[in-house]
């Protein structure tokens, strides 16, 4: 039973305009949320990040939301730029003896044409 | 991150034979882990540790072990490679929640 999904295997947007993804995920355990990006043939690297007493943590352009009760999250790249095409990866885990592991969600595919 | 990196980069190996991929870091994090990532799949716990020695099963453990003799170092074995074992494997390492990643392994099983 997939814990983390990310429902949209691709999604396509302007540059300059908004990119939205989103996550949901369904184990209530989960207190903490990372976003993840992916280039062809490199590894992922950690973008943004988000604790469960938080509802938004902004970097930059990369803003991410929670909403708990919804058990969804979203990512918000503004402006978004064609060096942000990439695999995104959603990403939980939870404190209280997981070793931090992390459950990843399957990834989004984000091509931002010029 | 050039504080993790994992050799070989690419590997061809036939069906039956062992594998062992290694991951080394600068970093001194406690925590390192193994991922594959297949298509439709995206990353799968293989295995992880937690310290020098100490090591657990993931979700996808299954004909994989894993051994960690230092901070530094954490091997993955295949130790009979068969062909759904064909994949991009990452390593990661971290001290709490955010995990850092290296370039990866393309192992070919034929």
């Known amino acids: 039973d997939q814990q983390v999904k990310q429902n949209s295997p691709s999604l396509s947007v302007q540059e300059g305009r908004i990119s939205i993804l989103n996550c949901d995920y369904t184990?209530?355990?989960?207190?903490?949320f990372l976003w993840y990006k992916k280039y062809p043939a490199e590894g992922p690297t950690f973008l943004i990040s988000?604790?469960?007493?938080?509802d938004k943590n902004e970097d930059g352009r990369f803003t991410v939301f929670l909403n708990k009760s919804a058990k969804h999250l979203s990512l918000h790249i503004v402006p978004s730029q064609p060096g942000d095409s990439a695999v995104y990866f959603c990403?939980?885990?939870?404190?209280?003896?997981?070793?931090?592991?992390?459950?990843f969600g399957k990834g989004t595919l984000l091509t931002v044409n010029p | 991150d050039a504080g993790i990196t994992q050799s070989p980069r690419h590997k061809v190996t036939e069906t039956g034979t062992p594998v062992t991929l290694r991951c080394h870091q600068t970093?001194?994090?406690?925590?390192m882990y193994w991922y594959r990532q297949d298509p439709g799949h995206g990353l799968r716990l293989i295995h992880y540790?937690?310290?020098?020695?100490?090591?657990d099963k993931g979700e996808v453990s299954d004909g994989y072990s894993v051994s960690r003799s230092k901070t530094e170092d954490f091997l993955l074995t295949l130790e009979s490679a068969t062909s759904s074992q064909t994949s991009v494997y990452f390593c990661?390492?971290?001290?709490?929640?955010?995990?850092?990643f290296g370039p990866g392994t393309r192992l070919t099983v034929t």
């Open positions: 540790s937690y310290g020098v020695k100490d090591t």
């Open positions: 990403a939980a885990s939870w404190d209280g003896g997981s070793n931090y592991k992390l459950t």
């Open positions: 990661a390492t971290s001290m709490r929640y955010e995990q850092y």
């Open positions: 184990n209530s355990m989960f207190d903490y």
């Open positions: 988000i604790s469960s007493i938080k």
């Open positions: 970093e001194n994090h406690r925590y």
